[in-house]
Each structure stands twice: as C-alpha cells, then as structure tokens.
C-alpha cells in the first residue's frame, strides 16, 4: 500500500458533512449561552447612550447599585486596569469616561439575578449630557480633516496625465452601503473566576487570544491569568473578531468584583447599536480610456465610514485598495484610501475585509465605460483583463500568478450561454413596458493572506493516545464555515486513519497560545498547515522508531487504511502506536506554520503582500418592476476557483452562502441612520436580510478544482470570503435592467444596495435623461 492512498473515510478531498451538522438541525450545538454555568451566576446588561455626542456631566448610578437583585455595577471608573482596547490602535474605551460618541455605545453594565432585574435597574440611572455637535458624513469629515488614521496612497505610473491623454473620459461618485453582519448567535461571553484570581472566559469570538489579551488588560493583570475558549460561534463573519472583546471585558469585569460567574448576552437591538458594521463608502473616480474601453488611467478616492476610532479600519481601507483592481490591469493608477472619523459605532471586520467596496468600485467603472462606449459589458471586461507581456502588475507592485479568471470566464460564458441569452432578453425587454430583465457577468481575484503580516501565523497541537485516537487543538475558530472538519481531514490523511479517530476539540488560548484571529480566508490555510507540521512530527517519530526496532528502512515503513506497513509486517495503527510508547517515544507534538514569501512596505506602497488569488466567475440574471423598484435574481451561473479542495462539500456550501451573502449587501440590506445620528435599522423588522426565498430559482454553482500553483495545504485555496464578492454580478444584473427601462440610452445610476427605492428612483431619472437627450438631439 502507498503512503498517502486515499482508502480512509473522510481524509482530504472528502465531501465529508460539517462536524457539527447533525447538532446544529437538532438544536444538540453547544454555544457559550447553552452552557450550564454554576447557580451563583449573574446575568448582565448594558447600559447605551441615547446620545450621539455629548459630555457625560454626571453618572449617578446609586439607585442602580440599590435596586432589587443587583450585585454589580461597572463604570470607567471602576475599571482596576486600562479602560482602553483599542486592538490595533487606541480609541475604543471598554466603557465611556467623560464622552460618548456614539448613539449606542456602552455607558455602564450591571450585574444581577437575572437579566430582567439588571435591565430595571440600568434605568434607574441618573445621567446629564451635555449636547456636542456630531459628524455623521464621510463628506463633513473630509472637510473637517477628521480622520482616524493617515490616508494611504497606491500608485503606479502617471496617473493624471495618462487620464489628461486619454481619448476619452468619465469621472462620478459611487455610494456603497455597509452591512450588519446578522449573526444568529449574538454576542455573548461569560466569565468565571477561577483560584488565585484566573479568569476562565467562554466567548463567542473569532480572535481568543485577542479576547484574552484585553480581559488581562482591563483587570489589571497578566495574560496567563486569563483563559479563553470558543467551542463553536453561531455565525461571525469578522463582526466577532474584534469587537466581541467588550463582551467578554464587560463580564469579566462584573465576574471580578463580585466573584461569581457572570454572564452577557445581547439582545439584537443592543447587538446591533452597539456593534461595528461592514464600512460604508463613498468612491470618487476619474478615468481616461480608449475608444475600445481599455483604461489607459485611473484615479480613485475611497472615503470610508470609520466610526469613532480605528478598529481595524486601517487594514480594512487597505485591502480596499488592494482590491480596487480586481481583474484588471490598471497602466497608470492612483488609489487613495481615506479612513474617515464620524460619529457612528466603529466599523470592523466583514467577510471580504474592505476587499468587496473596493471591487465594487472598479466593476461600476468598467461597466460605466462599457455603457458610454455603447458596448457589452463583458466585452471590455475581457479587454482589460490581466495577461500578457507588461501587463500583470497590480497597483501595489505585486505580479499576479495563477490569474485563471480568463478560463473561468470562458466557461462561465458558455455554461451561462451568455451571447444568446443576452440576445433574447433583449428582446423580452422589447415586448414588457413594466417588467425589464438584466444581465451581467463579473468576475472576481481576491487575494489570500492577512495585509498584516504579522498575523499569518498559527499553531496547532496534536496527541495521538495509546488506543490509536488522536486529539487535535489548533487556534482556528469554528463560525459554522467548516475549519475544524477540514483541519481533522488534514490529520487523518498524516497518520492515514478514518476522520472519525481524530478528536476535534474547542480552541482554547492554554493549548494554542499567541492565535491569529480566523479571517483574512486564511483560517484553514494557516491551521491546515500547522496541524499538519505536528502531525508529521509525530509520524516522523512512529517511522524512525519503527524502522529501528523492525530493522528495516524508513522507507519501508508506509501508513495507510487504519494500518501500517513495516516492511513484511502488518499491524494496525494503534498497535504501533502503543508499542511506541511502551519503548518511550513521545506522541505529542505542537506544530507551527507561517505563511512565506509575503510583505509589504507601507512606505512605498509596494510589496508582495498575497501568498496567492482565489479566482471566480458570476453570471446573474435580475429582474425588475419599473412601477415598485423591487427586484429578483432570477438566475446566477457560478464557477469558483477552490485549488484542490480539502472538502468539497464544505467548499460548495461557502460558495453558495457568499454569494447570498454579497447580492443581500448589494440589493437589499440597508443600514439607515436618522439626520440626528441614530440608527434606525437595529432589529429584524427594519433591517433586510435574504432568506431562503431570495436564492435564485435557478441557481447553478460549480467549483473548479486545478491545484493551487502556491504551497498551501494540498494545494487547496481559501473559500470563505472571495464568493462574496461573486454577488456583484447581481446588483450590476439589475442596474442593467434598469438601463434597458430606458432603452439603454443612458447610463443609469444606482448606488449600492439596490432597495427598491433607489430602483424605482434610477429608473426614472434614467428615463428622463433619456427622454431629455432625444429632445435635445430633435431639435
């Protein structure tokens, strides 16, 4: 038998279910607020400000300590260590001091009995502010040169002379939503203190280590203090990175001073106020092409909604930048990034990462150049595509390799069968005053790696027990996106033992310390790779040992089946394993694994900051009604680029729900602040989600797995975020239904998300310019 024969169940490239698929339909998933905590436990609140800005004149919360059932009550003041998290930057105070900010950030939290009593009793607080004028626009914040980092600039070339001699020309703005993230679970975290003052912390949170990090931070101690497990998350989507922090700081801090189990859950309005969002953008462009629509220069302003601090907007803006190319190869461009401050809850992490706004922004470029010019979209798509002698160098000086979206388009196209249904819908368009169909096709290279370089590392640790099972810890975080079954897979295929024989186990930061947050799409990447180097480790012992003992050659020492072969000898797996250890051989082992090659080097915009592209193709069909704006993607052909596949299962699933994801920001989910500065959009019954009504009736998804070129774990690729994106195809699918309401004579505009109001608003100022240049070219 061959080292490596896939005659296991469930080793790499198994279709292998989810872990937990069985608990999470059941309802059996444990999540942190499904665990029995002892009955001395106390639940918690928090207490937001109404106000947007103000000075806080006086907290009096003596009649909150007071009331029924309480036994705790946090201020700033209260705090024993650093009332700032900041995780990257300074500017987010786990409680308000002297200002608040922001409608919705967190004043002060009780603990008590119950959640009820705790509620009650924040209310009985006494609180004077005093008013202080907000900025709520990215627009007013320009102007007022309030930002919350530097702005960042990428460049190659001349931009601005390539634009000043170009054949023609188009410049416009571009607004892009931001999104609630929506999680099912919301956030929670309990803390439960522990002898001589640990804190063991149960939290719903993608970056443990960052959690535990802060928690030592505001008590006022040690990180070795502080324990942190994530068994499961009921969703996160990088709103749970870092800003599941506070919650976590909030309970400890409760935990702390009374000494007993504390527990806090949000409700989803408090969620949703006092949470960060996917940023907001406002694009600027010009652009200079030629008269086949090859861009000749580009210059390009992102002005992102930031929030009141940093977060982990400056990489966010960044990665916006990096994406603002997409596919296409951009001679002469100049791509500033501007993280602007505004008195609004601090923006985070969102699948993509800053990668979809910016992809956004050079998708409405090329498909406005295509409606100016008179041509099919997909036509100067292809044209300006990456490819060929000079032209494969993004804005930030990195080749790009294993660029396969021209393949990808091919077969997109064809499956699709683009030409002739673009052809029939035109003549459908003919035939129906009120109903106008749309169709794009958009494709998608999204880079892979943390842009901080710092953080593409991981650990892993492996223990293979004496009766052959194995347990697997690594820093990897489960969100319901498959990375703990994928990395299992990664193990089993080492030792050549069914799945089922290896043990997946919470993360937790005292098996696996110093983790890197799961996100970036680097989480099986990264942890794949580090189980993987303990295993072998291990294997590497089980061989040398086998060898020595059997007298034979390593070579002749293969694993596969549950079983191994030792030159002429067979023996099952455990079996080997137990004669190790009764000769001393160690069946531990920790793995590390960073990523190589990358950098990047902020002062001159330049580097390699991607270890490799994940590439994919969308075709989308909209329809829409003239007379309402509501709209429905009727059909969307998919093809992405997942190398070859750890799980195929798992990988389809993440394709599917990303681009769901992606068309529900871009078509439906609106985030809607009153002009006072107060979000109104803060529960289910006023914030747009899809559901699985919203999926198109006819839905094609397929993926292509060619091995990825880059040494990732068995040449697989990411798939979490890079489908996302793949939902562009759907708003540029209505926007071209749009155009046909007005007979494509113009190019319409429609800003991102497409809700019907916004619809029904392009259609008509789409029409009357139509109809104002027919009268113009009349007379």
């Known amino acids: 038998m061959a080292d490596g024969a896939k005659t296991i169940a469930g080793g790499v490239g198994d279709g292998l279910a989810h872990d937990s698929a069985a608990k999470h339909v059941s309802g059996r998933a444990r999540y942190v607020d499904d665990v029995p905590l002892p009955p001395s436990a106390l639940d918690a609140h928090v207490a937001l400000s109404p106000r947007v800005h103000a000075k806080i004149l006086r907290l009096d919360v003596s009649a909150v300590r007071d009331a029924p059932g309480v036994r705790a009550v946090v201020t700033a003041a209260d705090v024993p260590g650093a009332v700032d998290i900041g995780p990257v930057h300074p500017g987010d105070p786990v409680l308000a001091q002297d200002v608040v900010e922001y409608a919705g950030q967190a004043l002060f939290a009780v603990a008590a009995d119950t959640v009820d009593q705790a509620r009650a009793a924040a209310d009985l607080a006494e609180i004077e502010f005093e008013d202080l004028e907000p900025v709520l626009s990215v627009e007013e914040a320009r102007r007022r040169d309030m930002l919350v980092l530097p702005p960042h600039t990428m460049q190659r070339g001349d931009a601005a002379a390539a ?34 003052g640990d804190m063991l912390v149960l939290s719903s949170t993608q970056h443990p280590s960052e959690v535990q990090h802060l928690v030592a931070k505001v008590l006022g101690r040690p990180d070795h203090d502080v324990t942190v497990e994530c068994r499961r998350m009921g969703g996160g989507f990088g709103g749970k990175e870092t800003h599941a922090a506070p919650i976590a700081c909030i309970a400890a801090l409760l935990a702390d001073m009374t000494g007993r189990p504390v527990k806090l859950n949000l409700d989803r309005d408090d969620d949703i106020l006092m949470t960060g969002k996917r940023h907001d953008f406002v694009t600027d462009y010009h652009v200079g092409f030629d008269d086949d629509g090859r861009i000749l220069g580009l210059e390009m302003d992102l002005m992102a909604r930031c929030g009141i601090s940093p977060d982990l907007s400056g990489s966010i803006v960044d990665r916006a930048l990096f994406h603002s190319d997409n596919a296409y190869y951009l001679p002469a461009v100049r791509l500033t990034g501007w993280p602007c401050k505004t008195n609004t809850v601090s923006n985070t992490a969102f699948r993509g990462f800053g990668g979809p706004q910016g992809m956004v922004g050079i998708e409405h470029v090329v498909d406005e150049i295509a409606r100016e010019l008179g041509k099919d979209p997909l036509d100067v798509r292809r044209l300006n595509l990456y490819g060929g002698a000079g032209r494969n160098v993004t804005p930030y000086h990195q080749e790009v390799d294993g660029f396969i979206v021209p393949e990808l388009l091919d077969r997109v196209e064809a499956s699709a069968d683009y030409r002739a249904r673009r052809t029939e819908i035109d003549a459908w368009n003919a035939d129906h005053a009120v109903l106008k169909r749309g169709l794009a096709l958009t494709p998608v290279k999204f880079g892979i790696s943390f842009t901080a370089t710092h953080l593409n590392q991981a650990g892993a640790l492996v223990h293979v027990y004496t009766d052959g099972s194995v347990m697997l810890n690594h820093g990897g975080t ?25 043990k997946i186990t919470a993360t937790n930061t005292s098996k696996v310390p110093n983790t890197s947050p799961t996100a970036a799409s680097a989480g099986a990447d990264l942890n794949g790779m580090a189980a993987r180097n303990a295993a072998r480790a291990i294997k590497t012992r089980l061989v040398d040992f086998a060898a020595a003992h059997f007298e034979v050659a390593p070579e002749a020492v293969t694993f596969a089946a549950n079983r191994v072969q030792v030159g002429e000898r067979d023996m099952a797996f455990a079996e080997l394993v137990r004669l190790a250890y009764m000769h001393r051989i160690q069946l531990s082992a920790a793995g590390y694994y960073k990523t190589p090659v990358i950098y990047y080097d902020r002062e001159t915009a330049s580097g390699h900051p991607f270890f490799y592209y994940a590439c994919g193709v969308a075709c989308a069909e ?8 509501e709209t429905r993607i009727l059909r969307a052909d998919i093809v992405h680029d997942v190398g070859d596949s750890l799980n195929p299962a798992i990988d389809l699933g993440q394709v599917e729900g990303g681009f769901i994801q992606g068309m529900g920001w871009l078509t439906m989910e609106e985030l809607w602040w009153d002009p006072a500065g107060h979000l109104k959009t803060h529960a289910p019954s006023t914030y747009k989600i899809p559901v699985a009504s919203d999926l198109p009736p006819d839905f094609r998804v397929e993926l292509s797995q060619v091995a990825n070129r880059s040494e990732t774990v068995h040449r697989s690729k990411a798939v979490g975020e890079p489908p996302l994106m793949l939902g562009i195809a759907a708003w540029l699918a209505i926007k071209d239904a749009v155009a046909a309401a007005a007979e494509h004579r113009v190019r319409p505009h429609l800003d991102a998300p497409a809700t019907p109001e916004r619809v029904l608003a392009a259609v008509e100022e789409a029409r009357a310019r139509a109809d104002a240049k027919a009268a113009e070219a009349a007379e």
């Open 478 to 502: 489960e969100m319901g996106q498959g990375i703990y079954v994928k990395v299992a897979q990664v193990v089993a295929n080492e030792f050549q033992i069914d799945a089922a024989r290896v």
């Open 622 to 629: 909209a329809l829409i009604d003239t007379l309402t704006g």
């Open 163 to 196: 634009i000043a001699g170009a054949p023609r020309r188009l410049d416009g703005r571009l607004e892009i939503g931001g999104q609630e993230h929506f999680y099912l679970e919301g956030q929670v975290g309990a803390a439960l203190p522990q002898e001589d």
